[in-house]
């Protein structure tokens, strides 16, 4: 042991006395080689809170390992704590510094933080004008906060005390008065306290002046050092699973001016150099497509002149298959891409790329290797996130059937998940009044347990969408709405899309027959039921809230209790949700005709209520140029076949293409179907700019397609683009080039930034991600034919897609609306190649 620790302490003097420096660059962030540290280039105004993605950050060898840097009001802050608003922010290149203001208005409270490039170190600390607020004094503190899955298992000092980060959370928590708790989110709790009036705070692991962190991996070592104020750990995991280890010191009451100062040096590995990402498509290739490796170098990496495709022969031998140059694209945000074209290889087989030393795992060349790229979504992620069923599988049941009770008309009030209720509650029922016959049909809206209506009417449309086009008869799930059980990879004889298509339409004619209008929501009533994560079934009681009894009171009768967990229906009248919901409607009957004819009756019915419901009501809100009717319009002409349906459609199709032609094209490719030959004919200028359009990408990035840069990563809009792109080779097959199909495909399949892994859970790909955010998240795991959102791009220049932290929702959840449209990729992605 003392051997160790002598060598370990040789190699700390080595490590830290690397004299490069952390300079502020153009982009204004600290950069040293193998360190960058961030100043709110991410500030807290994510949609969600506190979405772990912001304040100080340090992307350590390439992994972005701290974040949360900034004065907060917890020990362990939960995604619904209050997050500080930044003020200002001044970058002083001369001084190397950057200032940041922050506010809490909650608390009338400010403060400053800035942080100094000194060395190797950044100097962080924290100014007062005022002293902290009563109200928050000893709350108040200076945190950072590190992802566990870099940390766990690994060791720290504290003060030269041994310790090692927990796998689990196993540490000590006290119990404090809720009063004494700094406000949450507009109010809401996160936590059910079961009557004690008292929050959970955990107590530290350790504190001290001094810790050194992840000692046993130089990739993650990094030296804490608080001057005048003990430093804290703590497990946030304890509170929240998606909580991180935060390091933390309480700011001091009484005191203004320089009130903290702590030195933060993450260790640099000399010289390091990030291994290569090499970007292939993990489904593997058809031997005619082009194919194409996207290699992601960093900046002071030397590209190779060659690389190299072997083949992996059926008796096990390795041959190698090509040799070819390497291309070079340039420079994409941080990183340098080159690429490897092994185009000219067609021979069906097992192949893997080797670039310099590095090898990738193998892939196929083969006629068939697309063909089950969606058999995991409709068979096992479709099936599961139907609610109001009980859903098995095998020996395992993935939820019992939710809700029973029912949705209670959601009283006026603010919501978590960006919803709202109103003043009035636009419908016939009183606040808390039970809304019958709405716990029918729906699916779960992500890794979440409401429906959100809008989402769900995206469902019913993709389906029928990918029903009337490809007529799909696959029949891998038994659905009985009679039963209300669902039991996966047991045909029954019906098609799975019709029934997924009824399952859908149950819940939304219910809707509109029950509230005369759609739902925004049915969603949670309380938060601390939001965050669940486990069964559906145990979000609620079972029992219908009666506000006569007192909480977790159950009647004599057992039927009612005092616990407010059902279910709201948010019912603010929304005539666009309306008008959605009537293309949908339409689409519908059509689809359930001679499936089910009275269900199909009766959305159709509601389609044309609802249709001139909200055309009176947008009329009279003069909203009608915001109708964004004219797929609506398209459906019920489809529907019907009333010619007035169909002079709306033309009469706004060609202004939206001129004006858009881009994102308009696919419903104008989607109409063809209804049209004659001239109208065919006038969309072939729009199509061949959409040519144009497609190759603008090759420019754009390395990976041509469309990145998106948003807070939500973008592979949604990838396999939008990938959809429209096979639609408009469908029918224009002279304009759009062959080659182009594939672009979507290879993206979400594994030729993207940061890693190669394909972005959707399970069937078909050699490595697919392991880690999704679905409802099983706290169980590192993933609901199989999820499709993530991928690549999150975090300012200035950093693209990120965690594979071993599966809650942060913008790179690993999935939607239903989401996984539904990757459905109609999937399948008319397979119908053009199979042409
Ligand atoms: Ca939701
Ligand atoms: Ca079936
Ligand atoms: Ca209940």
Redesign the pocket.
């Given at each position: 042991m003392k051997k160790t620790m002598l060598l370990m302490a040789a190699t700390l003097i080595t490590a830290f006395g690397y004299a490069q420096g952390l300079k502020l660059n153009d982009l204004e962030y600290f950069e040293r080689q193998g360190v960058n540290v961030l100043v709110f280039s991410n500030p807290f105004t994510g949609g969600f809170n506190d979405e772990k993605n912001s304040g100080i950050e340090i992307i350590h060898h390439g992994v972005r390992t701290a974040q949360g840097g900034a004065v907060r009001l917890n020990n362990a802050p939960e995604q619904w704590d209050l997050v500080p608003q930044m003020t200002s922010r001044k970058v002083d290149p001369a001084t190397n510094s950057i200032e940041i203001g922050m506010r809490y208005p909650d608390y009338d409270f400010d403060s400053r933080v800035v942080v100094t490039g000194k060395g190797d170190a950044v100097e962080i600390s924290v100014y007062l004008d005022k002293p902290v607020p009563d109200a928050i004094a000893g709350e108040a503190g200076f945190n950072l906060e590190f992802l566990p899955s870099q940390y766990w298992n690994k060791t720290f000092l504290m003060d030269g005390r041994l310790n090692r980060f927990p796998r689990y959370t196993a540490s000590e928590t006290i119990t404090r008065p809720n009063q004494e708790k700094a406000r949450q989110f507009k109010g809401f709790k996160t936590y059910d306290d079961r009557g004690t009036d008292r929050f959970i705070d955990p107590l530290p692991l350790e504190q001290g002046h001094t810790i050194l962190m992840a000692t046993d991996d130089p990739e993650r070592l990094v030296k804490v050092t608080s001057q005048d104020i003990d430093l804290k750990l703590y497990d946030g995991r304890i509170l929240a699973q998606n909580g991180w280890f935060v390091l933390r010191s309480i700011l001091p009451a009484g005191k203004t001016g320089k009130v903290l100062t702590w030195t933060v040096e993450p260790h640099a590995i000399p010289g390091w150099i990030r291994e290569p990402n090499i970007g292939f498509s993990q489904v593997g290739y058809v031997p005619t497509q082009p194919k194409v490796a996207v290699i992601e170098l960093d900046k002071k990496d030397t590209p190779k002149a060659t690389a190299t495709l072997f083949r992996i022969m059926n008796d096990g031998s390795i041959q190698k298959a090509f040799e070819g140059g390497i291309q070079s694209w340039g420079s994409y945000f941080k990183y340098n891409y080159v690429k490897f074209d092994f185009s000219a290889v067609r021979e069906p087989g097992v192949y893997y790329i080797q670039y310099g030393d590095l090898k990738t795992n193998d892939f196929l060349i083969d006629e068939h290797v697309y063909d089950k790229i969606t058999d995991a979504t409709t068979d096992v992620w479709i099936p599961i996130h139907m609610n109001h069923m009980f859903v098995n599988e095998g020996y395992r049941v993935w939820h019992g059937e939710p809700f029973k009770e029912g949705y209670l008309q959601a009283p006026p009030s603010d919501h978590f998940?960006m919803h709202r209720q109103g003043a009035t509650t636009d419908t016939k029922y009183q606040p808390y009044e039970l809304i019958p016959g709405l716990n029918v049909g729906g699916y779960f809206?992500?890794g979440?347990f409401?429906i959100?209506t809008g989402?769900n009417i995206g469902v019913v449309q993709n389906l029928v969408r990918a029903w009337e086009l490809f007529h799909s008869q696959r029949d891998e799930t038994f659905v009985s709405e009679q039963q209300r059980y669902v039991d996966l990879h047991r045909p029954d004889g019906v098609p799975d899309i019709l029934q997924f298509i009824e399952h859908g339409t149950l819940n939304l004619v219910a809707q509109a027959e029950q509230i005369g209008h759609m739902a925004t929501?049915l969603?949670n009533s309380v938060l601390d039921n939001y965050h669940h994560l486990g069964d559906a079934t145990s979000i609620t009681d079972g029992r219908h809230y009666d506000r006569s009894l007192k909480p977790y009171e159950v009647s004599a009768d057992g039927k009612s209790s005092g616990t407010p967990d059902d279910m709201w229906a948010f019912t603010s009248r929304n005539p666009r949700l309306d008008f959605n919901a009537a293309t949908m409607f339409a689409a519908a009957s059509r689809a359930l005709e001679g499936y089910n004819d009275d269900l199909a009756q009766r959305a159709l019915t509601q389609s044309k209520r609802l249709m001139q419901e909200a055309t009176e009501l947008m009329t009279a809100n003069n909203q009608q140029g915001q109708m964004g009717g004219m797929a609506t319009n398209l459906q019920l002409y489809a529907a019907t076949h009333e010619q007035h349906y169909l002079d709306s459609f033309l009469q706004q199709i060609w202004t939206a293409l001129d004006n858009n032609a881009t994102s308009n094209l696919q419903t104008a490719l989607d109409a063809i179907p209804y049209m004659d030959e001239a109208y065919k004919q006038r969309l072939r200028p729009y199509v061949q700019k959409y040519q144009e359009y497609i190759l603008s990408f090759d420019k754009d990035n390395p990976y041509g397609v469309p990145i998106g840069l948003g807070n939500w990563a973008g592979s949604g809009n990838v396999v939008s683009f990938g959809t429209t792109i096979c639609f408009a080779y469908l029918y224009f097959p002279d304009l759009i080039r062959k080659d182009d199909l594939y672009r979507a495909a290879n993206y979400i399949f594994g030729c993207h930034p940061y890693h190669n892994y394909s972005l959707v859970a399970a069937v078909g790909a050699a490595r697919p991600k392991a880690v999704f955010y679905g409802n099983n998240r706290a169980d590192f795991s993933f609901i199989p034919g999820n499709v993530a959102p991928g690549l999150l791009f975090r300012q200035p220049d950093h693209f990120e897609n965690y594979d071993d932290w599966p809650f942060l929702w913008g790179q690993n959840e999935g939607t239903v609306g989401g996984n539904t449209q990757y459905v109609i990729f999937g399948s008319a992605f397979q119908n053009v190649l199979a042409k």
């Open positions: 998940d809206d992500a979440d409401d959100e989402a929501t969603s």
